[in-house]
């Protein structure tokens, strides 16, 4: 049963994947197997017909006007950030902050939260697996400010040494900067740990929750979490929006990222007052027509027992491991407890971007390259590798197609 804002006791996948009209297109001659959700997920009819909709009938600039449509719109826009700030468990609407996405919110974060704390020799705490949206903002900040970088590894099989993060904690920490779930390797971060860990020598937490969000239940109360940034693309979204949620004692501090239109108060010749948040850190005309999208992907996610939804990719995950484990020449790259449904592995003899194509000849849709994740690359000495990522749409038949697939491919590039 597919999620029409009622949750179900169980979860039908077939009934799921016919939601996705994409799915159903063919690719070179083939049917489409698309395994890279972890990039970007493909749309439901819900969201496609509700931004459709919306934007045919109730579009407006919003907060600005005062004629019918305007108010429609920004009614709209409003309860999207009411439907985002249930999904994370947010206490305000007003800790929610709509971004372009993970990456914007995640700099926001950098530049207005920060940056004005940072002296020489500060210290901001990362875990190799970061993806280079919550690496590359805190490089600014080394760069220009002189901050420091440190690093926490992974074990072999992926997993976070949280013990190693406890003991890099230190006076000189500002923040620690961790991914929910990485996009590489599935491992999933016990956050509730770090952020008492953190919040024990008084650091704040910021939670890269752009895989995160999709597979795993997020309550950033029950979390105590300072900061946790998503994506809406990946979470049967469209693109170009995404949130940040922020605590409000956070917020009231923050100075603005972006200046211009909406996010003042007033502004003459010689001054300028800004908003409260959220206005503060939404400047200009906001995507609208996405941000009604990402409020009906939410709702569409949540109309599924998603417990059932984990089960079900975690069953593909488990099922793809095994098959791919009997190849015998793939090395799979993170086999940490829990993790969620991502495989990546490198192929003996085979380039990733190799695979990748002949895969795609097959009609199935996978990733090849680092991923975004160079660093980590560098950790288990490698350049690239192949990576199936599982989405709610995804079955044991997709799997079978894939791995035909790369029997294929072996035979093609031996």
């Given amino acids: 049963m597919t999620a029409q804002g009622k949750i179900t006791a169980s979860f039908d996948a077939a009934a799921a994947r016919a939601d996705f009209p994409i799915l159903s297109r063919l690719v070179h001659g083939k049917k489409l197997v698309y395994l890279d959700s972890g990039a970007s997920a493909q749309k439901p009819r819900q969201v496609l017909d509700a931004m459709s909709e919306f934007a045919g009938t109730d579009y407006a600039n919003v907060h600005r006007g005062v004629h019918y449509l305007s108010g429609a719109a920004t009614d709209a826009y409003e309860a999207a950030r009411r439907t985002v700030q249930k999904f994370l468990g947010a206490a305000r609407e007003d800790e929610i902050?709509?971004?372009?996405?993970?990456?914007?919110?995640?700099?926001?974060?950098?530049?207005?939260?920060?940056?004005?704390?940072?002296?020489?020799?500060?210290?901001?705490?990362?875990?190799?697996?970061?993806?280079?949206?919550?690496?590359?903002?805190?490089?600014?900040?080394?760069?220009?400010?002189?901050?420091?970088?440190?690093?926490?590894?992974?074990?072999?099989?992926?997993?976070?040494?949280?013990?190693?993060?406890?003991?890099?904690?230190?006076?000189?920490?500002?923040?620690?900067?961790?991914?929910?779930?990485?996009?590489?390797?599935?491992?999933?971060?016990?956050?509730?740990?770090?952020?008492?860990?953190?919040?024990?020598?008084?650091?704040?937490?910021?939670?890269?929750?752009?895989?995160?969000?999709?597979?795993?239940?997020?309550?950033?109360?029950?979390?105590?979490?300072?900061?946790?940034?998503?994506?809406?693309?990946?979470?049967?979204?469209?693109?170009?929006?995404?949130?940040?949620?922020?605590?409000?004692?956070?917020?009231?501090?923050?100075?603005?990222?972006?200046?211009g239109g909406e996010m003042i108060r007033e502004v003459t010749r010689d001054i300028v007052t800004y908003a409260d948040a959220p206005a503060r850190f939404e400047a200009g005309t906001p995507p609208i027509i996405e941000t009604v999208g990402l409020a009906a992907a939410l709702d569409y996610l949540s109309g599924f027992d998603r417990a059932a939804v984990k089960a079900h990719e975690q069953d593909l995950y488990a099922y793809a491991r095994s098959k791919i484990g009997e190849l015998g020449w793939a090395r799979v790259i993170g086999d940490a407890p829990g993790k969620g449904a991502i495989l990546s592995f490198e192929a003996e003899g085979m380039h990733a971007h190799d695979l990748a194509t002949i895969l795609d000849r097959e009609g199935v849709a996978v990733r090849a390259g680092h991923h975004c994740a160079q660093v980590l690359m560098e950790r288990f000495g490698v350049g690239s590798t192949t990576r199936a990522s599982f989405g709610l749409y995804n079955s044991r038949a997709d799997v079978d197609v894939f791995i035909a697939g790369l029997r294929k491919a072996r035979e093609i590039l031996g």
């Avoid at 902050?97 to 920060?114: C, D, P, Q, R």
């Avoid at 040494?161 to 999933?188: C, F, P, Q, W, Y």
């Avoid at 999709?214 to 994506?231: P, S, W």
């Fill in 97 to 259: 902050i709509f971004t372009k996405g993970g990456t914007e919110a995640i700099n926001l974060v950098s530049y207005s939260f920060l940056a004005p704390k940072i002296q020489p020799g500060d210290e901001i705490l990362l875990s190799v697996m970061e993806h280079h949206s919550n690496i590359v903002p805190w490089h600014f900040l080394r760069e220009r400010q002189g901050a420091v970088l440190k690093w926490v590894d992974v074990r072999d099989d992926g997993s976070l040494d949280l013990e190693a993060l406890d003991a890099a904690i230190n006076s000189r920490t500002k923040l620690v900067a961790i991914t929910h779930m990485s996009n590489v390797l599935g491992t999933v971060t016990p956050l509730k740990d770090i952020v008492a860990r953190a919040h024990a020598k008084g650091v704040p937490v910021l939670a890269d929750g752009c895989q995160g969000a999709v597979h795993e239940l997020v309550d950033v109360q029950a979390l105590d979490i300072d900061f946790y940034a998503l994506t809406g693309h990946k979470l049967y979204g469209p693109t170009g929006i995404g949130a940040l949620y922020a605590r409000r004692a956070h917020l009231k501090a923050m100075r603005p990222f972006n200046g």
